[in-house]
Each structure stands twice: as structure tokens, then as C-alpha cells.
């Protein structure tokens, strides 16, 4: 008896060390976060000089005052989620049925066409070959040129459905349902895809993300002012403001308060350009264990 007690007194320090462990871990990952969302909404001055630490300090709006009186922020967000959106429903209508196929066992080329997919991972033509092949399909300077570009199917997304494909649709089922007259194309848009919800949905997030940050397309590709993503349009108004902020700085003492104020511009466009991404990440996070997991390991 006493065995046990001790043994379960043992049990009892070993699990409160590590669910200490692992509240420490969290906080160690959320408080830089957090530590932003404050900082955005305090005094600057109070920023600076170390006084905020765990709640915001002297409110001040001052930073997102500047991010939206900008009347591109709100172009740069209607063109971000027409990207975004029509990005990820072209990505998907690309990589999934490629992914079926190539999942087929007796599509016999399946395995010679994985190695050119794959082959692209690690080697490709370069910047300036890419911008010609843009230019020569007349895709620079229009919105098309984020949704059709060397990167609208993911090799790396294409393996992990093709293995959760493999994995999670029997054989058996396909045959089945070929008694009953059944095509691939009937077979796999009435009974892949809705037994395919979880890694569809973190297969999706995974290029809306990549969607919503593309920051170098709009760099390399786009002059018109009108077409500029938000993450374009967010670095203008960084830059603008760290520019004078550095050229008050020659100014004398009123150079720090315009750094500081450029500093709260800063954590306001992390927020701002986050934000959306944050909000909709808790509604997907139930499919990535499922979803990833199964699709990356197959057995």
C-alpha cells in the first residue's frame, strides 16, 4: 500500500511539473505576441522606457489613427482578400484533383510524374526566367498574376493530399462503387471530397495564409497602385514613417518621440496585417491533427 501511495504521489509532482513546464512554454510563445497587442494601444513613451509590461499604459490610438487614415489600407485589403480567396479556390482546384490521380494505383505514370512535381522543389528557373514567363503570358501588372502563377499548386500541400488520399480512402470503396457505375469523376466529387473535409480545410488554410502574406508578387510584379496587396501597402506606411522618424532624429530631442510613435506605427501594422489570419486560425486548428498528421505519415 504504501508502494502505491508513493507511487502515486510520484505521478502526482511528475504531472504538476510538467503542467508547470508547459504553462511556462506558452507564456514564453504568447507574451511576445501579447506583448505587441499592448504595446500598440499604450504611450509610446511609456513603451520605450520598459513601463509596459503586462497591461497597456497610457491608451493611445495613435498608431492606427495613422494605419487607416491612409485611404490605400482599405485597397490593400480589398485586393488581399480577392487574392486570398480566389487564390486558395484556384489552389484547391488544381492540387486536389491532381493529388487523386496521382494517388491511383493503377495509374501507371503516377510515379514518373511525382518526380517532375518533386523535382521542382528543389530546383527551379530562377527570378528572371519566372518574371518572362509572366511577361509572355501578359500576367504583370493584373491582379491574375497572384492566382496563376509557378506556385498555384504546392508540391508540398500536393504530397500531403496525395498521401491522406492513400491513407484514408480504401481501394475497396472505389470498387464498389464501379459495380454501381460509378466514374472517377463521380467517385471523387461525391465521395473523396466530402471524406476529405480535414485535410481540405488545412490544406486551404495553408494557402490563404500564404495568400494573405505574399508580399513578393506584389513587389516584383505589380506598378499600379491599385493592385497593391495589403502587406504592400502596410510596408508604405512603415517605411514612410521610420523615414521621418529617422529625419526628425536629426532634429534634436523631438527625434525620439517620432521614433517612438514610428515604433507604435510598427506593432499597429503587425496587428493589422494579423489579425484576420488569428481570427480564422481556432476555427481550423481541430482538422490540422487529423488532416497533417495522417497525410504526412503514411501507416
Known amino acids: 500500500m504504501n508502494r502505491i501511495k508513493n507511487k502515486k504521489a510520484s505521478d502526482l509532482i511528475f504531472d504538476a511539473f510538467v503542467f508547470g513546464l508547459c504553462i511556462i512554454i506558452f507564456f514564453v510563445i504568447a507574451y511576445p505576441l501579447y506583448f505587441i497587442v499592448i504595446a500598440s494601444v499604450s504611450d509610446p513613451t511609456l513603451v520605450s522606457t520598459g513601463k509596459v509590461f503586462l497591461?497597456?499604459?497610457?491608451?493611445?490610438?495613435?498608431?492606427?489613427?495613422?494605419?487607416?487614415?491612409?485611404?490605400?489600407?482599405?485597397?490593400?485589403?480589398?485586393?488581399?482578400?480577392?487574392?486570398?480567396?480566389?487564390?486558395?479556390?484556384?489552389?484547391?482546384?488544381?492540387?486536389?484533383?491532381?493529388?487523386?490521380?496521382?494517388?491511383?494505383?493503377?495509374?501507371?505514370?503516377?510515379?514518373?510524374?511525382?518526380?517532375?512535381?518533386?523535382?521542382?522543389?528543389?530546383?527551379?528557373?530562377?527570378?528572371?526566367?519566372?518574371?518572362?514567363?509572366?511577361?509572355?503570358?501578359?500576367?504583370?501588372?493584373?491582379?491574375?498574376?497572384?492566382?496563376?502563377?509557378?506556385?498555384?499548386v504546392n508540391v508540398f500541400n500536393l504530397i500531403i493530399t496525395r498521401t491522406f488520399f492513400e491513407s484514408n480512402i480504401p481501394n475497396e470503396m472505389y470498387e464498389a462503387a464501379t459495380i454501381d457505375g460509378c466514374s472517377h469523376f463521380k467517385f471523387f466529387s461525391k465521395i473523396v471530397l466530402p471524406l476529405s473535409k480535414a485535410v481540405i480545410s488545412v490544406i486551404g488554410l495553408y494557402y490563404l495564409v500564404w495568400h494573405w502574406n505574399d508580399f513578393f508578387t506584389g513587389l516584383i510584379y505589380i506598378r499600379n497602385y491599385d493592385l497593391q496587396p495589403l502587406q504592400i501597402v502596410l510596408r508604405d506606411i512603415l517605411l514612410s514613417n521610420q523615414v521621418f522618424a529617422e529625419g526628425a532624429g536629426s532634429g534634436g530631442t523631438g527625434g525620439g518621440y517620432a521614433q517612438r510613435y514610428a515604433d507604435q506605427i510598427k506593432y499597429g501594422v503587425i496587428i493589422v496585417s494579423s489579425l484576420p489570419i488569428l481570427i480564422l486560425y481556432p476555427f481550423i486548428q481541430k482538422y490540422f491533427e487529423k488532416g497533417v498528421l495522417i497525410g504526412s505519415v503514411k501507416g
Open 55 to 152: 497591461f497597456p499604459q497610457g491608451f493611445s490610438f495613435f498608431g492606427y489613427e495613422e494605419i487607416f487614415k491612409d485611404a490605400r489600407i482599405w485597397i490593400g485589403y480589398r485586393n488581399t482578400l480577392f487574392y486570398a480567396v480566389v487564390g486558395t479556390f484556384i489552389n484547391l482546384l488544381f492540387t486536389l484533383p491532381a493529388a487523386y490521380v496521382l494517388s491511383r494505383q493503377e495509374f501507371r505514370a503516377r510515379r514518373f510524374l511525382m518526380f517532375f512535381f518533386v523535382f521542382t522543389m528543389f530546383f527551379n528557373g530562377g527570378l528572371i526566367p519566372t518574371y518572362l514567363l509572366m511577361k509572355d503570358l501578359s500576367l504583370i501588372d493584373t491582379p491574375w498574376v497572384f492566382i496563376f502563377n509557378p506556385l498555384t
